[in-house]
């Protein structure tokens, strides 16, 4: 059975959110997996927000438990983590090195085999390179800058935006942006060989 850890900062909205749509979409799909979520910045039993519970029942999802801070035991316990943005991931992969083959922002797990991916991919050993050589006291060529920017400026956006406070419909629209990337995520599992 596959483990998903759905992470975000304080797992009273768009975490919750995600894991009840994930636990609806796998069981639809009869898809094998146990879900959880948790928060990197948050306390054990805070329940799920007003609005992220209502966005959950108008889909007519059941609620998940309380909030859960984010543990080793929890990162060990996952074969996929699942964060709402890159700075969760960044977050994670601070406390948790060892989890870097495990984790993704939840849109960058979705779009994994699009070629925008490659394009991620050469932007990040880009910005790798540049972090290193200005600790060398160097800089990227002119192209490489320019080749970076560009690629700055064409990426898609991995973050799922935090309603937090804000009203209904924001976080009505940020349950449509999870369910679309969840959605994505699962016609893939269902279009990969079974013998995963």
Not at 91 to 96: D, E, M
Not at 137 to 165: A, C, H, M, Y
Request: include cysteine; charged fraction near 25%.
């Amino acid at each position: 059975m596959n483990r998903v850890l759905i992470v975000c900062t304080g797992n009273t909205c768009r975490s919750p959110m995600a894991e009840a749509m994930l636990k609806d979409l796998a069981a639809r799909n009869g898809k094998p997996l146990e879900i959880r979520s948790a928060g990197v910045s948050t306390v054990d039993g805070l329940p799920v927000s007003a609005h992220a519970a209502a966005a959950l029942r108008k889909r007519n999802l059941a609620l998940p438990g309380t909030s859960t801070i984010l543990t080793a035991e929890e990162v060990l316990w996952a074969n996929l983590i699942l964060t709402m943005t890159l700075g969760h991931k960044q977050a994670i992969l601070q406390r948790f090195p060892q989890a870097l083959s495990k984790t993704f922002t939840l849109k960058e797990y979705a779009l994994r085999g699009d070629p925008v991916m490659d394009d991620v991919t050469e932007a990040e050993r880009l910005y790798s390179e540049w972090q290193v050589r200005q600790a060398l006291g160097q800089n990227l060529s002119p192209e490489e800058r320019t080749r970076l920017l560009e690629l700055q400026r064409s990426l898609p956006d991995f973050d799922i935006k935090d309603p937090f406070g804000g009203p209904l419909s924001l976080y009505e629209q940020c349950a449509d942006e999870i369910e679309d990337a969840l959605m994505t995520l699962v016609d893939k599992w269902d279009s990969e060989p079974k013998d995963r």
